[in-house]
């Protein structure tokens, strides 16, 4: 089985693909203008669980450093534009992310037009 995730910033929303059909979506929280989410194509590079901080109870780390997809200890933050570019996820979404997707698994980041 082929993994990869798609992150949509205009949705804000998190697809997990499997061989190339969605399987499930989870709702993120984004970075914020001065400090947006990237656009392209990275990977998973690391899992870490409980890396401390407000990265609630896992991280994700992405091919392009220091951004990774991670839980949060302020769920109120989902569905927002306020993190400082990485995806944030609700800690039990994360967490069934991490359990699915092997590393290296393709993140791809878009934002499509409206």
Sequence with gaps: ?????KVNISEKELTLYQDGS?????????????TPTPMGTYSIISKVPNPGGPFGIMWLGLSKPHYGIHGTNNPSSIGKVVSH???????????ELSRIVPIGTPVIIVKPKQ
């Design 1 to 5: 089985m082929e993994y990869s995730i």
């Design 22 to 34: 969605p399987v499930k979506s989870y709702p993120i929280g984004i970075g914020k203008m001065l």
């Design 85 to 95: 570019g990485c995806i944030r996820m609700y800690n039990q979404n994360v967490l």
